[in-house]
């Protein structure tokens, strides 16, 4: 396991947790689940940025490197999504949607290291 798959990990569970919380406790849109959402898109800049850099190094993916970008892209565009989506719909299901992101990008990082070093971690 690398440490950005760890702190990756972290961030998606503290964030969907966050928003598990407050679907049970708010009636609308919570900051503090708006706020993990903002966590996770500052982690997936960290990560691109890290990909880019190695990468540039000349370090290459096991797998394909448009699948993997395709990946980092889909990431990065799935919490704005869902934040627009979040502040559209103020109800409390908006908070229990914004905790699919944390999951869902959850599965995305342990696909991307594995497009990335080529075997599951």
């Given amino acids: 396991m690398t440490a950005m798959f760890i702190i990756g990990t ?7 947790l966050i928003c598990w919380i407050m679907t049970a406790l708010r009636r609308h ?13 500052l982690f997936l800049f960290a990560y691109a940025g890290y ?11 096991t ?3 448009w699948e993997f970008w ?3 892209l889909t990431a990065l565009i799935l919490p704005i999504g869902v934040f627009i989506w979040a ?5 409390r299901w908006s908070n229990l949607v914004m905790s699919l992101v944390g999951l869902v990008v959850f599965v995305m990082i342990y696909r991307l290291e594995e497009i ?3 075997s599951a971690l």
């Fill in 29 to 41: 849109p919570a900051d503090s689940s708006i706020i993990s959402l903002a966590a996770i898109e």
């Fill in 70 to 72: 395709g990946y980092v």
């Fill in 87 to 91: 502040v559209l719909d103020k109800t």
């Fill in 51 to 61: 990909a880019a850099v190695r990468q540039s190094g000349g370090a290459s993916v």
């Fill in 116 to 118: 990335w070093w080529g």
């Fill in 63 to 65: 797998g394909e490197a």
């Fill in 10 to 16: 972290v961030v998606c569970a503290a964030s969907t």
